[in-house]
């Protein structure tokens, strides 16, 4: 079955860490840009961060950049957020989300479940 | 970065009505556009992508059109199945921003 499962969320103090992962089956993951999404409770969708096939190119919405981390192990069909430095606004539920084809940058055609993230004292 | 503008952000119509709702980029993005659709509870599903291109398995009452800077998803005959919030996405340029969604609600 073609399908993404996410993990890792949890609540979490400011200014903890947190690591996301999320495992990919039923399609060649190595051939696929992976990113990563979230939402707020009651929010709309903000994309957070991009990684390519191959792992040589790495992009981060501004609210996250310098805090989060994005990776990916295409030997065990696995994607990764590193998230450090946390705040009250990362509380969402994050997604991953698989790119529609072998571009960088392209609709995204497969959604994980989701994981809840939530960042309070 | 590219703004995407979604009107309207509310939208409350009848069964079989023809719905549209318009997406509208601060820059030209050719056809690099994607619609989804959201449920309540529920994971993001992509109806459109490159702008008119209906994704598998989509009905085809969703369709879509434009180019460049301004977007238009229709639902000719709403069903009931389609309350839902509905967001554009520009895949032309990193960022890849979302619109600020649009809900449409059955009367």
């Known amino acids: 079955e073609v399908q993404l499962v996410e993990s890792g969320g949890g609540l979490v103090k400011p200014g903890g860490s947190l690591r996301l992962s999320c495992a990919a089956s039923?399609?060649?993951?190595?051939?696929?840009?992976m990113n990563w999404v979230r939402q707020a409770p009651g929010k709309g969708l903000e994309w957070v961060s991009s990684?390519?096939?191959?792992?040589?190119?790495?992009y981060y919405a501004d609210s996250v950049k310098g805090r989060f981390t994005i990776s990916r192990d295409n030997a065990k069909n696995s994607l990764y957020l590193q998230m450090n430095s946390l705040r009250a606004d990362d509380t969402a539920v994050y997604y991953c989300?698989?790119?529609?084809?072998?571009?960088?940058?392209?609709?995204?055609?497969?959604w994980g479940q989701g994981t809840m993230v939530t960042v309070s004292s | 970065d590219i703004r995407m503008t979604q009107s309207p952000s509310s939208v409350s119509a009848s069964v079989g009505d023809r719905v549209t709702i318009t997406c509208r980029a601060s820059?030209?993005?050719?056809?690099?556009l994607a619609w989804y659709q959201q449920k309540p509870g529920k994971v993001p599903y992509l109806l459109i992508h490159?702008?008119?291109s209906l994704q598998s398995g989509v009905p085809s009452r969703f369709s879509g059109s434009g180019s460049g800077t301004d977007f238009t998803l229709t639902i000719s005959s709403l069903q009931p199945e389609d309350s839902a919030t509905y967001y554009c996405?520009?895949?032309?340029?990193?960022?890849?921003?979302f619109g600020g969604g649009t809900k449409v609600e059955i009367k």
């Open positions: 989300a698989k790119t529609v084809g072998p571009q960088l940058i392209d609709a995204f055609d497969l």
């Open positions: 039923g399609f060649t993951f190595s051939s696929y840009s």
């Open positions: 990684i390519s096939s191959s792992s040589s190119y790495m």
């Open positions: 820059q030209g993005i050719a056809s690099w």
């Open positions: 490159a702008a008119s």
């Open positions: 996405q520009q895949v032309n340029s990193f960022p890849p921003i």
